[in-house]
C-alpha cells in the first residue's frame, strides 16, 4: 500500500472487481480491443471472456463491506480546453469513471496554475476519494499534495509526472524518453538521413535543423529531449546534421506552456538571425508537439519556404495526433506525428484509481525511471507510434481514434 494511511470507511469496489484484478494481474490499458475515441476502453466486456465491464456483475465490495462506487467521488484535473488533446483526456476519464458508477468532478485550469491549485483544493475540501492529475507545473502542487496525503486521498499523476511530492501514489504516462526517440526518427526519416524501418540510407548531408522544445515546467519535456538529442547528436556531431542557430540546449529551445503561438515567434526569430529571413536553406525542424508544429510551419510558410514538403517547406516533426497535424500530414505539409492512443491512457488512470478505491496497489510496469526528486514513482508506461501520411488510415482510421472525414476536412467531430 502506499504510505499514507487510507481513509478505509471510503474504500469499495466498483461494478466489477474483476477490472482492477485484471490491472494487478499483468494486464494493462490495451490489452483488449481498442476503445471508440469517446470511450476510456475501460468497457471490454462482453460474451468473449474479457474483462467485465465497470458496473456490471454483483455488487460485492472490497474493504469490509464499505461505501459502493456510486457513492464516491473522483476528482479530475487538466490543464487546458486549449488543446483538442486534454479535452479528449479529460472527457475519456469522466465517462469512464462514470460509466463504473463513480461521480467525477472533472475540471480544466486554462493553463493557470493559481486556477488550478484552486481546483484541487476545492476537489478535497467537496471530499474527493481520489484525484487524478495533469499538472500544469509539476513542481506546484506540493501543498494540495499534502492535504490530499493528510485525507487518505490516493493521487495518480496523469502523463505529466508530478515532482518534489512524496505523495503521489502512481503515474501513468507513455514512455516519453521513446516518444523524443521516435520524434527525432521522424525528422530524419524525412531527410532521407534514415529510412521508414531506421535504417541509415548513407545520406551525408549536411541538413540545417532548428531544434524546439516543450515548456520546462512539464517534466515530459525533458524526457522527450532527452530521447531527440541521444538520437539526433551523433548526425550532429558527424556533421551531417547542422543547427545554423546555434541554439541545441533545451533552455534555448524551451516553448513556455507549449503555446503555438511562442513557437511561431521563435521560429521566425530564428529565419531572421540566422538564414536571411528565410532567404538561406533550412531543411527540417524537430517539434515536440502538433501545436508547436503549426505554429512552426506557419512562420515557414510566410517567410517564402513554400506551402508543401513537396515545394520546399521544411520537414517537421510534431506529437499527438491532433487533427488538424494530421490532415497537414495528409496534405504534405507537416511530415509526421507522434500517435499517443490517449483512450489507453484513460483506460489506465481508470484501472489504477479503482485498485486504489479498493485498497489494492495498481499494476505497475516501470519501477525505476520515474524520480519526482523525492520518490521513484510506480508508474504504468503505454507505447506509442509515428505516423506518416501512409499509415494515417492504418493507424488512426481503422483504430477509430478518427474518421476519414475528420482527416480530410481537419476538424474533429466529436
Not at 223 to 250: C, H, K, N, R
Request: hydrophobic share 35%; aromatic share 6%; glycine share 12%.
Amino acid at each position: 500500500m502506499s504510505t499514507h494511511l487510507r481513509r478505509i470507511t471510503a474504500i469499495a469496489a466498483a461494478g466489477t472487481l474483476t477490472l482492477a484484478l485484471a490491472a494487478c494481474g499483468g494486464e494493462g490499458a490495451g490489452s483488449s480491443s481498442t476503445p471508440s475515441p469517446a470511450d476510456t476502453g475501460a468497457d471490454n466486456g462482453g460474451d468473449d471472456g474479457g474483462t467485465a465491464a465497470p458496473g456490471d456483475g454483483d455488487d460485492s465490495t472490497a474493504g469490509g463491506g464499505a461505501a459502493p462506487a456510486e457513492d464516491m467521488t473522483v476528482g479530475v484535473a487538466m490543464p487546458t480546453q486549449t488543446s483538442e488533446r486534454w479535452i479528449a483526456d479529460g472527457n475519456s476519464v469522466k465517462e469512464g469513471l462514470e460509466e463504473a458508477g463513480y461521480t467525477v468532478d472533472l475540471q480544466f485550469a486554462n493553463d493557470d496554475i493559481p486556477t488550478q491549485s484552486n481546483q484541487i483544493d476545492q476537489m478535497i475540501t467537496n471530499g474527493a476519494d481520489a484525484l487524478i492529475i495533469a499538472a500544469i507545473d509539476g513542481t506546484a502542487l506540493s501543498t494540495q499534495l499534502d492535504a490530499a496525503a493528510s485525507a487518505g486521498i490516493p493521487v495518480i499523476s496523469y502523463d505529466r509526472l508530478i515532482r518534489d511530492s512524496e505523495n503521489v501514489d502512481f503515474y501513468v504516462t507513455f514512455d516519453n524518453y521513446n516518444v523524443g526517440v521516435q520524434q527525432a526518427t521522424s525528422l530524419l526519416v524525412g531527410l532521407g538521413v534514415l529510412d521508414e524501418s531506421g535504417e541509415e540510407t548513407g545520406e551525408e548531408g549536411p541538413f540545417n535543423i532548428e531544434l524546439f522544445a516543450g515548456s520546462l515546467d512539464d517534466n515530459n519535456a525533458h524526457f522527450f529531449w532527452d530521447g531527440a538529442m541521444d538520437t539526433l547528436q551523433p548526425y550532429m556531431d558527424s556533421g551531417v546534421l547542422e543547427v545554423p542557430s546555434g541554439q541545441t540546449t533545451i533552455q534555448q529551445a524551451a516553448t513556455l506552456r507549449w503555446q503555438q503561438e511562442t513557437a511561431q515567434r521563435r521560429m521566425e526569430d530564428l529565419l531572421t538571425s540566422s538564414y536571411g529571413g528565410g532567404s538561406e536553406q533550412l531543411d527540417g525542424v524537430l517539434s515536440p508537439y502538433d501545436g508547436l508544429s503549426r505554429g512552426i510551419i506557419t512562420a515557414l510558410q510566410n517567410a517564402g519556404y513554400g506551402q508543401t514538403i513537396e515545394d520546399g517547406l521544411p520537414v517537421v516533426s510534431g506529437q499527438d495526433a491532433e487533427i488538424a497535424s494530421v490532415k497537414l500530414i495528409n496534405d504534405d505539409v507537416q511530415y509526421a506525428t507522434i500517435f499517443k492512443d490517449t483512450r489507453l491512457l484513460a483506460e489506465q488512470a481508470i484501472i489504477s484509481v479503482q485498485a486504489y478505491l479498493q485498497d489494492q496497489e495498481p499494476e505497475a510496469n516501470d519501477t525505476e525511471t520515474y524520480d519526482n526528486g523525492v520518490k521513484v514513482v510506480p508508474s504504468y508506461l503505454l507505447e506509442s507510434e509515428i505516423i506518416y501520411k501512409d499509415n494515417i488510415v492504418s493507424s488512426l482510421v481503422d483504430s477509430g481514434y478518427w474518421t476519414q472525414d475528420e482527416v480530410d476536412s481537419g476538424v474533429s467531430g466529436k
